[in-house]
């Protein structure tokens, strides 16, 4: 079995200021990760992945999340947060082998102020 | 860049209506997905179809769902009989292979379903 928290459900944030959106995992095998991003009336967006490789995984829009097995997280970091970033975001996590079905956290909602 | 489009992006129903919602998954793509998101609550897989036929589904597609690919373009879920519970998003998405790690899957932007 699998499952996905997301340790907080919304975010807030300044513009300008570092973003951190926590992820923790639980997984009988070695899972590949996920952060997706949604904005307002668009679908669910890939960010990044991770997928047993480098363990530092640098995404789209200046995203990147750090794999840490020790600590059975995924954390996503952005350096400096902008207004655009303001959307919900979910960490995904997928078993190793074929079909099976995406587990996701129940998402964050990043609020950036100006 | 290639999308999934979904229509309509809102339905409202009356419960014990049926209601399908439509999908145009990216035309090369061979694994088709619903999902769904009650407010409030996960995004929760209900199931995959590959091949004219579902390959996984789970608890929540029970004998009031099912899917199918009637024209090679468009793949629906239709819910026969809607409950008030089953408000909700539905989310479509496709893949080119098997399995996200190596093809990942490109998600629609949604459909909210509002059973009344």
């Known amino acids: 079995a699998q499952s996905v928290t997301q340790l907080d459900s919304h975010v807030s944030v300044s513009e300008g200021t570092p973003v951190l959106l926590r992820c923790n995992y639980s997984s009988s095998y070695s899972p590949s990760l996920f952060w997706y991003v949604q904005h307002p009336n668009k679908g669910l967006q890939l960010l990044l992945k991770?997928?047993?490789?480098?363990?530092l995984v640098k995404g789209i829009n200046g995203f990147e999340a750090e794999f840490k097995k020790s600590e059975t997280s995924f954390h996503l970091t952005k350096p400096s947060a902008h207004m655009s970033d303001a959307a919900e975001y979910f960490c995904?996590?997928?078993?190793?082998?074929?079909?099976?079905?995406?587990?996701f956290g129940s998402g964050t909602r990043l609020q950036v102020q100006p | 860049e290639p999308e999934v489009t979904q229509t309509p992006s809102h339905q409202v129903t009356q419960m014990g209506q049926e209601v399908i919602l439509r999908c145009v998954p990216i035309?090369?793509?061979?694994?088709f997905y619903w999902y769904r998101q009650i407010l409030g609550q996960k995004v929760e897989f209900l199931v995959s179809f590959y091949n004219n036929e579902i390959s996984e589904k789970s608890e929540i597609f029970d004998d009031q769902f099912s899917v199918e690919r009637p024209d090679g373009s468009n793949f629906t879920l239709k819910i026969r009989s809607t409950k008030l519970e089953d408000s909700a998003m539905y989310f479509c998405a496709s893949s080119p292979g098997q399995g996200i790690k190596n093809y990942g899957y490109t998600f629609g932007s949604g459909t909210r379903l509002t059973v009344v």
């Open positions: 995904v996590v997928s078993p190793d082998t074929g079909r099976r079905a995406l587990t």
């Open positions: 035309s090369n793509h061979l694994y």
């Open positions: 991770y997928t047993s490789a480098a363990t």
